[in-house]
């Protein structure tokens, strides 16, 4: 059962690839009945569907580059506007530019509704590669697992869920995922600034222990929805 919060949050989790945010993302979900919103799992989705925004997307994404604004904005709207999103959001890679940003502004001020928090996950570049090249995810659940630092208690099966069929992201590669740290570092963290600008900004430390990050994040949420 999860935690009662007082109201809908808002929250944005900034941080590279591999800083965690889907990890993070999902035990929110669990414990304070949020709901995630990662604009990665809708671009994939689309790209899995074959519409018109995903074969945009695909090529683009396999190569590590930041789908366009206006692409990932009509994405972001469509599932803003679906009603479980009034339980309060958890925006795990979104925004990602500063134009997207400046949009969110724009689209929940149009609802009455602003930011609860920005919360930056601090971690070293040069451990992220090992962090995305182990990942794979439950086919069934989409649980997030890692070769070397999250495995399922019995091998081969999903802890959440029972299943035995994991899937590995195809940009998950050590090639790609220097591409997509130069872009998180030229286009997504100046982000940080914008935040702390407006007084949403947050940090926690990315390097320690899943379930410790999972404490100081539950610690912001607590505060921001008392
Ligand atoms: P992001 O969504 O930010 O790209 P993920 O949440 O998918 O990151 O995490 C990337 C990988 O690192 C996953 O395999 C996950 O199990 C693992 N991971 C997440 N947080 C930590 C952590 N604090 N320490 C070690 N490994 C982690
Ligand atoms: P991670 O945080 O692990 O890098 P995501 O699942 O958030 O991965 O994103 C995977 C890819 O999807 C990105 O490399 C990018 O191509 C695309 N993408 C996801 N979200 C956005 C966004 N908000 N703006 C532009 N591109 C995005
Ligand atoms: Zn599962």
Redesign the pocket.
Known sequence: MSETITRPAILILLGPPGAGKGTQARMLEERFGLVQLSTGDLLRAAVAAGTEAGRAAKAVMEAGDLVSDGIVLAILKDRMAEPDTAKGVILDGFPRTPGQAEALDDLLAAQGQKIDAAISIEVDDAAMVARVSGRY???????GYHDEFKQPVTAGT??????TTFNRRADDNAETVGARLTAYHASTAPLIAYYEARGVLRTVDGMSAIDAIAGALGEIVTQVTA
């Open positions: 995810t439950c086919a069934d659940c989409g649980e999903c802890d959440k869920c029972g299943g």
